[in-house]
Each structure stands twice: as C-alpha cells, then as structure tokens.
C-alpha cells in the first residue's frame, strides 16, 4: 500500500521543527529513523497530515556526559550502542549487549533510541531500559522545554506522556557505579520479530550482600515495567556462590525473583504465538537467567579491579 497524502517540511533546527508541529495540531509525526513510521504508514495505520523531518537537525546528533549521565540526541543510531565503549562502566556494557536484540542490522543503522520513545512500543529494548536505569525524557514544545521520568513517561502502547506538538530532544540515561553487574536477555520467535519478553538487570553488591537491585521488563505489560517486587526480593541477600550454567536451581534466590516478577510485576497481554500462561513461564525463567548473568558481570568487574583477572 501507499501512505496517504501528506504534506513534508525538513526542519534545520529545534524551533523550525517545533514551530512546524504545533501548526498542525494533532496530524503531524516526526521522521527521524522512519523504521516504525514509514511501515505503518505505508499500512495506512498512520496517516499524518504533516511529516516534520529532524534529520538535518545538527544539534540532534550528538552523545555527551552530562552530570553523570549519558545524554543521546534525538539523532542516535541504534548502531551507535554496538560497543560497549559507547558509555564509560557497566551502563555500555549493558547498552552494548541490548542493542543486538533490536531488529536486524539495516534497521539498526537508521532506527533511533529517541525515536524508540517516540513511537513507545511495549516491546522496546530502549524503553525497558529507559525505566529500569529511570531515564529523563526531555522534550521541548511551544511552551519550552521539559523533563519527564522515563517511569512516568510511558502511559500504554504508543502512549506517552509526549504532547502532540513537542519535540523529544535527547534521553539522559544515568551512568552505574562500577561495582554493579548488568544483565540483558530475551525471548523472540524469529529475528525479525520484537521480543515476546525481554529483561533488563542490575546487580549491586556489596561485602557479598545484594545492595541494590534494578529489573525491567519489555513486552511483559501495555508498557515496560521495573518488576519492584522482585526487586525487593533480592534486597540484603547474600549472593552465595553463582550456579554453573544458565539453568538455577528451584530454590535458588533468582528463580525466586523470577516467580515474583512473572506473578506480581508484570501484567502480561496474550499474543500471536505467546499466550498469558507462557508469557509467565517465560518472564519467571528469563527474569533468573538476567540477574544470573548481572550477578556474574559483577564478579567480573571485581575480579578485575582487584587484579585477579
Ligand atoms: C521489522 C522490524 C523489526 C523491528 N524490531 C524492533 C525490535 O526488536 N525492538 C525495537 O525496539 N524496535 C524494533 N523495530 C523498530 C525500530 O527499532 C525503530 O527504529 C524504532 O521504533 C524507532 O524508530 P525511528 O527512529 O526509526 O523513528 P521513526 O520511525 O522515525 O518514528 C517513530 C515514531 O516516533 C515518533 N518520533 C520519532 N522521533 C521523535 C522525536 N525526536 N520526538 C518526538 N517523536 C518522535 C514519530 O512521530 C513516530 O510516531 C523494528 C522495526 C521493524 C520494521
């Protein structure tokens, strides 16, 4: 199929594409990656009556630490996260080892994060970390600019708490003390799909003891969700030696968080392919395996602060 009508303006800069946005009303979208854009609305599902290019916005091209934060234009390439030096400490590690999950290759290379919180799909990567790590959306409008928590952000599929006529300019993503372990892992039926479940963790442990403990979850819910029962769960447990392999025993304090998350935490909505029941089953092992592999980055990044590795 072919979109709709629609008239197009290349804005230069913030305010042109701001000036642009409120001149329509609610009809307008934004082009920047067009990965989910310009698919849905060859499939007429969106039909804007103005598409606001912000490709040539220069000053939404940029990454940059600001007061302990990575902050990522509206312009960054999911490719740009590919390696973890992407972001100092575990935060490019835990990026690093996300990006790969989002669709394919050539999608990656023009696809946005930004645009990710634009279009707020309940299956992002992007968005799921967004609220575990507790994000800062900025975004600037007729009436300025503002910030909002990446927690209260999100408001159900392709809902947020983005106007019509604003603009997202960046997403600040907190930089993790190095004595954290991060941990990423999801469930997909093919390559090409978005994740069925996808977990985000955050392990950190001190003097053996969990100290703080983040989980996120995408697709697990009508937006991504932190899994805060679990994480309460986890607070002040000694972490014990590490299991081999992927598979946690029964009783084991991960497994356990897994059951939580699957049964307090997330709300899951049935699907093609993946029904209630198996969403559950889905979260509760994937959840353990997460917070395995975050616990065993963080006995990495210790062993090799102390010189054993
Ligand atoms: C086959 C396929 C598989 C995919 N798999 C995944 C996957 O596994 N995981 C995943 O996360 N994504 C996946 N995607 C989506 C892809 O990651 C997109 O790149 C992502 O949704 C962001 O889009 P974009 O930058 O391309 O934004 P666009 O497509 O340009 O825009 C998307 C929406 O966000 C709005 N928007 C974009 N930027 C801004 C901004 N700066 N301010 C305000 N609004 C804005 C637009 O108005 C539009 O509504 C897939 C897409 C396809 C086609």
Known sequence: MKPAPFDYVAARTVAEAVEAL???????????????????????RVRPDLVVDINRIRELGGMSIEDGD??????????????????????GTLLSRAVVNIAHP???????????????????????????????????GPDGTRSVAAGDYFLGPHRSERRPMELITSVRLPLLREDTGVGFLEHRRTGFCFA??????????????ISGARIGLANCADRPVRARAAERSLAGADIGPLPEGARLPDDHLFAHAGRIAAQEDAAP?????ADVEYKRQVIAVLVGRTLLEAAADQRARLAVREGRR
């Not at 329509?24 to 060859?42: C, D, P, W, Y």
């Not at 990575?70 to 935060?91: D, Y």
């Not at 479940?197 to 003891?209: C, E, N, Q, R, S």
């Open 22 to 44: 409120g001149g329509t009303g609610h009809k307008a979208q934004v082009l920047a990656g067009g990965q989910s854009l310009i698919l849905e609305m060859r499939l007429q």
């Open 70 to 91: 990575l902050r990522v234009g509206a312009l960054v390439r999911h490719t740009a996260f590919e390696s973890a030096e992407v972001a100092p400490g575990p935060l």
């Open 106 to 140: 050539p999608i990656r290379s023009r696809g946005t994060m930004v645009g990710s919180f634009g279009w707020a799909h309940p299956a992002s990567e992007w968005c799921a970390i967004g609220v575990t790590l507790e994000a800062v959306v900025e975004m600037t």
């Open 196 to 209: 069925q479940v996808a977990v985000a963790a955050t392990l950190t442990v001190t003097d053996g003891a």
């Open 269 to 273: 909505v049935a699907e093609p392919y």
